[in-house]
């Protein structure tokens, strides 16, 4: 209001513009991936794995979302494999039996 002083920003104001955005502009992935605005969009809408955030007319990426969704696509990637451990006893043989 008009009279009223302006509440100072708070303790983490400056912090926050020094944080990596929580969401990227098309823009942003763009440059990110090299490539033009316009293929952003295109994959957006031709691949519907794509973390893509629609609120009207404009896109979101979760930056979080997309680079996990990016890692998972890379050729050549290490796939993450789970070790299954054995639980099976131990072959006993005849000589080891009669021993």
């Known amino acids: 209001m008009k009279g009223e002083p302006a509440l100072p920003p708070g303790p983490d ?3 926050a513009s020094q ?5 990227l502009t098309v823009h942003e992935v ?3 991936l090299r490539v ?3 293929s952003v969009l295109r994959y957006a809408q031709a ?4 973390p893509v955030l629609r609120l009207g ?3 979101r990426f979760r930056r979080e979302r997309l680079e996990r969704w990016l890692r ?8 993450m494999r789970r070790r299954v451990r054995s639980v099976a006893k131990p072959l006993t043989t005849k000589a ?3 021993g």
Not at 19 to 23: D, I, K, V
Not at 47 to 50: K, L, Q, R, Y
Not at 72 to 79: F, I, K, L, S
């Open 57 to 59: 007319g404009v896109l």
């Open 47 to 50: 691949d519907a794995t794509m």
């Open 72 to 79: 998972d696509r890379e050729q050549g990637a290490p796939r």
């Open 13 to 15: 104001a400056a912090d």
């Open 30 to 32: 763009a440059k990110l």
């Open 96 to 98: 080891s039996v009669d």
């Open 19 to 23: 944080l990596p955005a929580l969401y």
């Open 36 to 38: 033009s605005d316009k």
